[in-house]
């Protein structure tokens, strides 16, 4: 069965730097896009970023744009998220999710970012 | 950006119909993707393309996509689809993803 595990989230000061990783297993997952969706605390969902299977396009929501990077090791069925001169308001959950061009059809439980001094 | 519209909470009664609603300019030219969320676990995606059903989600959820409105329609509610529910979409002029903000369904 398709698996997402999401690892790397913690307690980050402002403008500090932290690597998430999600890693993959059930799937052939080179051959998927993927996706990081986050949820701060009582919000909604948000789109990140997006990559496609062999990692030659990405895309990355204008709120992390120039900050974050997607990126994936098809060797090693991984997808990484890496984010850097945290901010307060990017605290919050974060997803990672496959892409099935009809939709996120499987996600991770997720990972807790706490971006706080 | 594209923008989407969701009514923030509808409640209804078990064995009776809620209707969820997501606004976008020309939403009808789009494919839209619903996905059911509870409380504490990651969303689930319950319609794709409009009014297609992944499988294992029952024929109570259904969805529909005309004008500048789509719907997602949950019949013979259950307890158990009190949740949150959001709408999503790719805006193709640049790629990204946009999601509504969210419709919590209560169950009264």
């Known amino acids: 069965q398709v698996q997402l595990v999401e690892s790397g989230g913690g307690v980050v000061q402002p403008g500090g730097s932290l690597r998430l990783s999600c890693a993959g297993s059930?799937?052939?997952?080179?051959?998927?896009?993927m996706h990081w969706v986050r949820q701060a605390p009582g919000k909604g969902l948000e789109w990140v970023a997006f990559i496609n299977y062999d990692g030659t396009k990405k895309y990355h929501a204008d709120s992390v744009k120039g900050r974050f990077t997607i990126s994936r090791d098809n060797s090693k069925n991984t997808l990484y998220l890496q984010m850097n001169s945290l901010r307060t308001e990017d605290a919050a959950v974060y997803f990672c999710a496959k892409d099935w061009w009809r939709g996120l059809d499987y996600w991770g439980q997720g990972t807790l970012v706490t971006v706080s001094s | 950006s594209y923008v989407l519209t969701q009514t923030p909470s509808v409640s209804v009664a078990p064995g009776q119909t809620a209707t969820i609603t997501c606004g976008g300019k020309n939403i009808e030219t789009k494919s839209v993707h619903w996905y059911q969320q509870k409380p504490g676990q990651a969303p689930v995606l319950v319609v794709y393309?409009?009014?297609a059903r992944p499988s294992g989600i029952p024929e109570r959820f259904s969805g529909s996509n005309s004008g500048n409105t789509a719907t997602l329609t949950i019949r013979r509610v259950e307890a158990g689809d009190e949740a949150d529910y959001y709408c999503q979409v790719r805006d193709s002029t640049n790629d990204h993803y946009v999601f509504g903000a969210g419709t919590k369904v209560t169950v009264l």
């Open positions: 059930g799937f052939t997952f080179s051959t998927y896009g």
């Open positions: 393309d409009d009014s």
